[in-house]
């Protein structure tokens, strides 16, 4: 079933639970999701980023195909749209096939701009997402490379009163906050900083919010931050991490070897659905149905 992020994540911060939102980079992990979103009965978020597939008009087409076909309900976002280039032009460049491709929701990155600057292009960019009927994402302060975690050179955390300002100013559905995760593998140990994530969303009225650079945070950490208002959050590097380890001590000798892409569908399955479940997401598609079709399932055996 498709759904736009923002019906996905209204229920998600209404209900105090967040949504995994793996990054795919094919058919395969596209496959490899939705069958842990199925198997968890959990509403899903896929994220596809723009230079990770050399068409992704073709990959989100086949991935909307996937979703709409899909028992559960499922988002299929552009992750960090624009975030290579300061012009808005190239940023266009990135944002407009997302909609031929049939995404229900784009995240327009400008957290490198100076505050006014990612209002302006913010604003611009929802009310054309908005009339097309996709949602937004947007990030206030910046969350920086893990590679660079031991001096947090490149990273900004969010202001909570920025914050209530910039939703108001730009429209957008949903806020990626800096906390102190980062993307990628930390070099050195996540710290994050809980009381700027509740006055985060105390300040902004309960928006609906979303972290970044969940892999290698911590199981107890994403657990206190889905608790606390945090209704998304982004995962690649530890479903690479698993499958590399399945990968590697797998048997694959001699005719097993065919066998190598059902060990990364089933390690990049396995791992997520370990996600779904920590951060609360298990069981939490029947919330997006109607209440006879659920009915209607316990009748006939299903949710």
């Not at 939102?21 to 199925?38: D, G, M, S």
């Not at 624009?82 to 784009?106: H, N, Q, Y």
């Not at 955390?157 to 995760?181: N, Y």
Request: hydrophobic residues 40%.
């Amino acid at each position: 079933m498709l759904y736009t992020m923002k019906h996905l994540l209204e229920t998600a911060n209404k209900e105090n639970f967040a949504i995994p939102a793996p990054n795919i980079q094919n058919e395969l992990t596209a496959r490899a999701v939705i069958e842990a979103a199925e198997k968890c009965n959990s509403p899903l978020i896929i994220d596809i980023a723009f230079p990770i597939h050399p068409d992704i008009v073709f990959l989100g087409g086949l991935t909307r195909r996937l979703a709409e076909e899909s028992s559960v309900p499922i988002a299929i976002n552009l992750d960090h749209g624009g975030s290579r280039w300061a012009d808005l032009k190239s940023c266009l460049r990135e944002v407009m096939p997302c909609f031929r491709a049939g995404f229900t929701s784009i995240m327009v990155d400008r957290s490198s701009l100076p505050y006014d600057e990612n209002v302006r292009q913010v604003k611009l960019l929802t009310e054309v997402a908005h009339a097309a009927g996709v949602s937004v994402e947007a990030e206030l302060g910046h969350v920086g490379d893990g590679e660079k975690y031991d001096n947090k050179s490149d990273m900004v955390l969010t202001d909570p009163h920025e914050a209530k300002r910039f939703i108001q100013e730009t429209g957008i559905d949903c806020l990626a906050v800096s906390v102190g995760t980062a993307h990628g593998q930390y070099k050195g140990k996540p710290h994050l900083d809980f009381e700027r994530l509740e006055k985060i969303k105390t300040v902004t009225d309960n928006f609906p919010l979303v972290l970044h650079g969940g892999s290698g945070t911590g199981k107890e950490n994403l657990q206190k931050a889905s608790r606390m208002g945090i209704n998304k959050v982004n995962v690649g590097t530890d479903l690479f991490k698993a499958s590399l380890h399945a990968v590697r001590t797998a048997d694959l000798d001699s005719g097993k070897i065919y066998d190598i892409w059902q060990v990364i569908n089933d390690s990049w399955r396995d791992e997520l659905i370990q996600w779904i479940e920590l951060l609360g997401a298990a069981g939490k598609a029947q919330e997006y149905l109607p209440s006879e079709t659920v009915q209607k399932r316990k009748i006939n055996g299903g949710i």
